[in-house]
Nanobody
């Protein structure tokens, strides 16, 4: 079992930045991929970014490529999502998720563990 707790959300103006954190506990020694997803009201949950816990390989949704950066600190069992040049369409509830196995997976249903989410609101 893996427990995930997100933090760092908030209200920011368009063009601003936020850094989200996801603290993992439990069986973190297993090879996991750690992902970020978001969900806007009335929309489906969508993939944002993912990192392989052991190798640091990353993959991004086209909508955030060049603006968001996912990184991990193995010593702290924490994954970060640095979000720059934020746009109103980035608004949503951001979730951290973990899955056992390959990192190159974007479907929410393929992730076994989820945090409770942290709200990001970008005003225009």
């Amino acid at each position: 079992q893996v427990q995930l707790v997100e933090s760092g959300g908030g209200l920011v103006q368009a063009g601003g930045s936020l850094r989200l954190s996801c603290a993992a506990s439990g069986r973190t020694s297993s090879p996991y991929a750690m992902g970020w997803f978001r969900q806007a009201p009335g929309k489906e949950r969508e993939f944002v970014a993912v990192i392989s816990w052991s190798g640091g390989r990353t993959y991004y949704a086209d909508s955030v490529k060049g603006r968001f950066t996912i990184s991990g600190d193995n010593a702290k069992n924490t994954v970060y999502l640095q979000m720059n040049s934020l746009k109103p369409e980035d608004t949503g509830l951001y979730y951290c998720a973990a899955r056992a196995g390959t990192y190159y997976v974007t479907a929410p249903g393929e992730y076994q563990y989820w945090g409770q989410g942290t709200q990001v609101t970008v005003s225009s």
